[in-house]
């Protein structure tokens, strides 16, 4: 934040949290988006910048204690030149999403929204419920365990493999516990809104940037939706629902044919598209199959040698951190080496498609919990655990069950293969009521970067202003 010769006057403090791989430069667009709207007294705007490049490898939890060190030294900072801050929101993209949400709660356990009122909270394609692909079987080990070994603290926690702490639970559970200062600190948040990209995102897929058991739009040529209006065809209307299109034939708008139930989407997913379709995709990608025959391999192997090495650095940092030292170790790659892990990462995530639970034998029959191990809660760290203790009665968790009931909005599509403790997590972070905005950013393949605009000079990206400006005409709250 550049502070000038004059101190800002404003009393809300708007914190931008970058992602994995990711530099302050990610979030330019919304910083300068919000300082065009509101000069600085009334806002002010902090770009995060502790947990740049490679340091986001550190985890979560590492990168969330430096940015709630961070933060707090700027809060310092501002009451000795007389500047109060009074307010406070907090806007993760990607990574950051879930750094910003190990952030709140540092804040609130520390008691600092007993001073400052927490105001909005935002991600975008942010992996709440982390990167696991939903997968059936012992396949799923080829990039759910291999593709968590690579990526050091962040990886284990991103691929829900780690146990926080001494709790036997991954962060990704702890962080959605609602007897714990995260859940509670994300409560406290006036307004709670999140973006999900729902095609082209090869990072972060929109069952888990959009908080969902189900993805309804896996197949956008079986579905109907609505867009927001004012924004283009770039925002859903996720309050209208999506519907299966009617068979054709049909006169009956408020029918629609078997064909578009559960199982019959399993068998046109497996299937694929027609041969006709098979044939042509397979003619357009036929140079790109030969030239990744030939840079997979050498970009694998970079890959994984980069990978050691910033898992080796990282582990260094983890632990000169728990010592409180400082320790600054410089990068051992080149940039470009760096640039083909974020390649050869997001191809290997987008190519696993996801599977879903069988469909209910009976229609008419009402879904039964899925009987499941019942899974054991280690207490947390007690600086993290709040007084106030979650109602036994909470008809949003049944604990040691999977509850399967399908949205009203959305009753006929197939549930996601997702882990026991993904779906615990959905109902934890559904009942913080989140407005939810799926995103549909087609001029470019590349979703991920487009939704925050990280390249603004890309005019492909111009999809992801209408979502920006979406944000501050409707969810950013000065």
Aim: negative net charge; hydrophobic residues 40%.
């Amino acid at each position: 934040m550049s502070m000038g010769m004059d101190p800002p006057t404003g009393d809300h403090l708007v914190v931008l949290v970058h992602g994995l791989w990711g530099n302050p430069t990610h979030m330019e667009y919304l910083a300068e988006s919000l300082k065009s709207r509101y000069d600085d007294s009334q806002l002010i705007v902090h770009v995060a910048a502790r947990n740049s490049g490679n340091y986001t490898y550190d985890g979560i939890e590492l990168g969330g204690e430096r940015l709630a060190a961070e933060i707090e030294e700027l809060l310092e900072d501002f009451a000795e030149k007389g500047v109060i801050i009074r307010k406070f929101s907090i806007v993760g993209y990607s990574l950051g999403g879930l750094v910003s949400r190990y952030v709140v709660g540092v804040l609130y356990a520390k008691g600092i929204f007993n001073k400052i009122t927490p105001v909005n909270f935002t991600t975008f394609a942010s992996p709440h419920l982390g990167v696991r692909t939903p997968k059936l079987g012992w396949h799923h080990h080829i990039w759910n365990v291999v593709g968590a070994r690579t990526l050091s603290a962040s990886g284990r926690q991103l691929f829900t493999i780690d146990s926080f702490r001494n709790t036997t639970r991954p962060l990704l559970s702890i962080l959605a516990d609602k007897d714990l200062a995260f859940w509670k600190g994300l409560a406290s948040f006036k307004n709670k809104a999140l973006y999900a990209n729902i095609i082209n995102d090869r990072s972060v897929t929109f069952f888990t940037s959009g908080i969902s058991k189900f993805d309804p739009y896996a197949d956008l040529d079986m579905v109907e939706y609505k867009y927001l209006p004012g924004y283009g065809n770039v925002l859903i209307d996720d309050e209208a629902g999506v519907n299966f299109k009617q068979a054709a034939g049909s006169d009956d708008e408020d029918h629609v044919e078997p064909a578009a139930s559960a199982s019959m989407i399993q068998k046109k997913r497996s299937w694929g598209t027609s041969i006709v379709g098979s044939i042509r995709d397979f003619i357009r990608d036929l140079p790109f199959v030969a030239l990744y025959t030939v840079l997979v391999p050498v970009g694998f192997c970079l890959f994984l040698m980069n990978a050691g090495i910033q898992t080796y650095t990282s582990s260094k940092r983890i632990r000169l951190h728990s010592q409180s030292l400082k320790y600054n170790i410089p990068l051992a790659v080149a940039e470009e080496v760096q640039e083909a892990m974020d390649v050869m990462v997001e191809g290997l995530n987008h190519a696993q498609k996801a599977d879903h639970l069988p469909p209910r034998l009976d229609d008419e029959e009402s879904l039964s919990p899925r009987q499941q191990p019942s899974i054991s809660k280690a207490s947390p760290p007690s600086t993290l655990r709040s007084d106030a203790s979650t109602s036994e009665d909470d008809e949003n968790i049944t604990e040691g069950k999977l509850r399967l009931e399908p949205t009203l909005s959305m009753p006929e599509f197939p549930t996601l293969a997702l882990a026991q403790h993904q779906f615990e997590m959905i109902d934890s972070l559904d009942a913080l009521g989140f407005k939810k905005f799926p995103v549909h950013i087609q001029k470019v393949k590349h979703s991920h970067a487009a939704i925050i605009v990280r390249n603004p000079k890309n005019e492909g990206f111009s999809e992801g202003k209408m979502v920006v400006k979406h944000w501050l005409d409707r969810q950013f709250e000065v």
